[in-house]
């Protein structure tokens, strides 16, 4: 496996210490390795432990190194970290990493570093337009220094104003724009479509599936990350849609299928991650129908949206999803091919500790060439990634995975 770009989460003594554990979360998701450096002050607020359980990494603290220990860690911390992200940021340590002041581990630390610093400063307001703050601030930008924030809002002190450490998502978006990973879908249209059906019967009951969209909401967010301009075509959603992806709304089949096609022809990739519902009621009540003994409830199937756009197809990418109980890799490979697809994504959803609605899932990947991924259980955000590093292969022409459709430009 690729060795994972390593980062520096500096964490210095403000209240909002306890959002850090959430940022490195993030940032994990990100498939990034944290590594927690923090003040004294900032143990007060969060313990070390909790980093260190989160991270599976060693944090570095004040004090020094005990006999037998690395005699230099502030040195050898950070060595081939690809950024420091100081978060929260105190007033104290913009000012000394600002002038040069290297009096406990964390500020040693970031003195020897040569790495590229994001600040997300946190503090009372007064304190952030103290001349003295702003001055540090300017200094440190001239330096080189990113930052991130603050927000204005309401601080812990009490008062309203301009000193909030800025929200995570934010924080961590930002890292990764500044991390430039690799923006190899740079000008490529994605369509994305993720979460579950909503196929009306009356005004106020649908058939649906357990699909909570999370794989294709990490599709869509690393596509975008990735440099992609990404369209979501959300069904029903169990998770809030990210708000910097052009979004549209399709919970029924026969709506996701006209959205769809509608936006095909314009794109270069159509991921299916949505579970379409297979049928829809023959007919949709306008009223709300009444309690009855029993009730044989008229189906008609759906179209087929993912065969449908194959068959349209000149130039798409176009990879599915399965959700098998049995034989899935072999179910998988029969989907794959009947419905012309170019890749597949194969879950076993028969497990209930992945798959539906959870963070985390293991998939078997097949491609049309019949290359075979296994990737181990991993986050649905990672296993995104895996999925693009497929696709970008493929819009560049390797991996040999299109040679057997005819027509293809
Ligand atoms: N799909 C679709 N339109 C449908 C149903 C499914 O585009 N009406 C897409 C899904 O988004 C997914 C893929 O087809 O990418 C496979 O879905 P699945 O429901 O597992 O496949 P089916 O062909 O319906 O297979 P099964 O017979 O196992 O239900």
Same mark, same amino acid.
């Given at each position: 496996?690729?060795?994972k770009?390593?980062?520096v989460?500096a964490?210095?003594?403000?209240?909002?210490?306890?959002?850090?554990?959430?940022?490195?979360?993030r940032?994990?998701d990100?498939?990034?390795?944290?590594?927690?450096?923090m003040?004294?002050?900032?143990e007060?607020?969060?313990?070390?432990?909790?980093f260190?359980?989160?991270?599976?990494?060693?944090?570095?603290?004040?004090g020094?190194?005990?006999?037998?220990?690395?005699?230099?860690?502030?040195?050898?911390?950070?060595?081939?970290?690809?950024?420091?992200?100081?978060?929260?940021?105190?007033?104290?340590?913009i000012?000394k990493?600002?002038?040069?002041?290297?009096? $406990?581990?964390?500020?040693?630390?970031l003195?020897a /570093?040569?790495?590229?610093?994001? +600040? !997300?400063? %946190?503090?009372n *307001?007064?304190?952030?337009?103290?001349?003295?703050?702003?001055?540090?601030i300017?200094?440190?930008?001239?330096?080189?220094?990113?930052?991130?924030?603050?927000?204005?809002?309401?601080?812990?002190?009490?008062?309203?104003g301009?000193?909030?450490?800025?929200?995570?998502?934010?924080?961590?978006s930002q890292?990764?724009d500044?991390l430039?990973?690799?923006?190899d879908?740079?000008?490529?249209?994605?369509l994305v479509?993720?979460?579950?059906?909503?196929?009306?019967? $009356?005004?106020?009951?649908?058939?649906?599936?357990r /699909?909570?969209?999370?794989m294709? +909401? !990490?599709? %869509?967010?690393? *596509?975008?990350?990735?440099?992609?301009?990404?369209?979501?075509?959300?069904?029903?959603?169990?998770?809030p849609?990210?708000e910097d992806?052009?979004?549209i709304?399709a919970?029924?089949?026969?709506?996701?299928?006209?959205?769809?096609?509608e936006?095909?022809t314009?794109s270069d990739?159509?991921?299916?991650?949505?579970?379409v519902?297979?049928?829809?009621?023959?007919?949709?009540?306008?009223?709300?129908i009444?309690?009855?003994?029993?009730?044989?409830l008229?189906?008609?199937?759906?179209?087929?949206?993912?065969?449908k756009?194959?068959?349209?197809r000149?130039?798409?990418?176009?990879?599915?999803?399965?959700?098998?109980?049995d034989?899935?890799?072999?179910?998988?490979?029969?989907?794959?091919l009947?419905k012309?697809?170019?890749m597949i994504?194969?879950?076993?959803v028969?497990?209930?500790d992945?798959?539906?609605?959870s963070?985390?899932?293991?998939?078997?990947?097949?491609?049309?060439?019949?290359e075979?991924?296994?990737?181990q259980?991993?986050?649905?955000?990672?296993?995104?990634?895996i999925?693009?590093?497929?696709?970008a292969?493929?819009l560049?022409?390797?991996?040999?995975?299109?040679g057997?459709?005819?027509?293809?430009?």
């Amino acid at each position: 496996m690729m060795s994972k770009t390593k980062i520096v989460l500096a964490v210095t003594g403000s209240v909002a210490a306890y959002k850090s554990a959430e940022i490195a979360r993030r940032l994990m998701d990100e498939s990034l390795s944290v590594h927690v450096a923090m003040t004294a002050n900032a143990e007060k607020f969060i313990t070390p432990l909790t980093f260190a359980a989160l991270t599976g990494n060693h944090v570095l603290r004040h004090g020094y190194p005990a006999p037998g220990d690395d005699p230099m860690p502030h040195i050898t911390f950070q060595r081939g970290a690809s950024l420091i992200l100081i978060a929260p940021a105190t007033a104290n340590i913009i000012g000394k990493l600002a002038n040069g002041i290297a009096d $406990d581990m964390l500020s040693s630390m970031l003195m020897a /570093s040569d790495a590229p610093v994001l +600040v !997300a400063p %946190a503090m009372n *307001a007064n304190m952030y337009n103290h001349p003295s703050v702003r001055k540090n601030i300017e200094t440190l930008k001239q330096l080189g220094a990113g930052f991130i924030g603050p927000a204005t809002g309401e601080l812990a002190c009490g008062e309203t104003g301009e000193g909030k450490m800025e929200r995570v998502e934010n924080i961590v978006s930002q890292v990764l724009d500044r991390l430039d990973l690799g923006r190899d879908l740079l000008g490529r249209k994605i369509l994305v479509t993720a979460g579950g059906a909503r196929e009306p019967i $009356d005004p106020v009951r649908f058939i649906g599936n357990r /699909s909570s969209g999370k794989m294709g +909401v !990490a599709i %869509a967010q690393a *596509a975008a990350r990735r440099g992609a301009d990404v369209t979501l075509v959300a069904g029903a959603m169990e998770i809030p849609v990210p708000e910097d992806i052009e979004t549209i709304y399709a919970p029924t089949a026969l709506e996701m299928m006209r959205t769809v096609q509608e936006r095909f022809t314009d794109s270069d990739v159509l991921v299916m991650a949505a579970a379409v519902g297979d049928y829809r009621a023959r007919s949709v009540a306008s009223g709300k129908i009444k309690e009855k003994e029993s009730w044989d409830l008229s189906l008609v199937r759906n179209p087929d949206i993912i065969a449908k756009m194959c068959a349209l197809r000149n130039k798409q990418i176009v990879v599915g999803f399965a959700a098998e109980t049995d034989n899935a890799e072999k179910s998988g490979r029969e989907k794959l091919l009947r419905k012309n697809m170019d890749m597949i994504v194969v879950n076993d959803v028969s497990r209930d500790d992945i798959g539906f609605g959870s963070d985390y899932n293991e998939v078997v990947i097949i491609t049309r060439s019949g290359e075979t991924i296994k990737p181990q259980k991993m986050s649905k955000r990672e296993i995104g990634e895996i999925i693009l590093d497929r696709i970008a292969g493929m819009l560049t022409g390797g991996y040999g995975d299109r040679g057997l459709v005819g027509g293809r430009t």
